[in-house]
């Protein structure tokens, strides 16, 4: 196809927990223009109306007749069929009508608008324009409030029966169960930033000897940017937290690489971070766990994009979308 008859950008769109990025960005990759937005609180109708007036203005920014496609990221759920999303950091949206809303705001050429999960769309930015490019087989383990993976297998992502793949918060990676991971699963109430924070109040309720920097704070403000300070500081609590957040991340890497046999395992999300420099402890715990053949070939890496990842990955969900897209061997949606 003529280069100039193709699209000349497409919009990618990123909401987090408490706030919403946004970009035009071109075939290549190259971003154009950039916006980002506080939630400030918003819940419901007013984050989907946050979203829309993001993507006007974004579609002003590309110029008239020159976006496409739209590519949208949630922190949750989001079902194909529908374009309807799970977003449990955001209420009133248990089932939410998101591709619809933002179809409305075209009367008309109406661009495509696709919408995925954040776990789904960090590893397509990787694998488009990160850690993971060139790569078939990898997984974006995801690691911040919560935690989640973006599982890629041929090329593909797996996203299940129900479009709930790589809910990996809910890994059971020890016994016996505790009622405590009900609401969150084992991996996510052990491991995950909130986790850090967790299992730091849970030891020091326990070690009531315990005299260093963490039992100086309040418990119920202790999060896991306290917990990283303290352990810079070579606080004996701190560094047992992290060190059973180390076993827990290793376990977890390696029943992906015993799974799915992946060339990668990228470690992203605002824990990483933080975290990126215990990534050798991680791996060696890994190995102690995994299928040793697949061990051999399986490298263990930080996100190359940080927290663009799903940003670029939105766009990318986009891309796939359109079909004037025909770069070969691309992961399919």
Known sequence: MPENSRPAH???????????????????????????????????????????????ALAREAGPQRCEAVGVCVPGISWSESGRVWAPNIPGWEDYPLRDELLGLFEDRRPVVSVDSDRACSVLGELWKGAARGCSHAVFLAVGT??????????????????????????????????????????????????LARVARDYLRERRDYRGELRRLDPDAITAREVFAAYDRHDPLAEDVLRNAISFWGMAAANFVSLFNPEVVIFGGGVFGPAVRLLPDIAAEARRWGQPLSMRSVRFVASSLGSDAALYGAARLALQSLPQHDTPNRPTP
């Open 10 to 56: 497409v919009i990618g769109i990123d909401l987090g927990g408490t706030k919403v990025a946004g970009a035009v960005v071109r075939r290549d990759g190259a971003i154009v223009h950039r916006q980002v937005e506080s939630l400030d609180g918003r819940t419901g109708t007013d984050v989907g109306r946050l979203i829309a007036g993001m993507v006007r």
């Open 146 to 195: 919560g935690i989640g993976a973006g599982i890629v297998v041929d090329g593909k992502v797996v996203r299940g029966a129900n479009d709930i793949a790589g809910a990996t918060g809910w890994m059971a990676l020890e016994r016996p169960f505790r009622e405590e991971y009900v609401s969150c699963g084992c991996f996510e109430y052990q491991a995950s930033g909130a986790g």
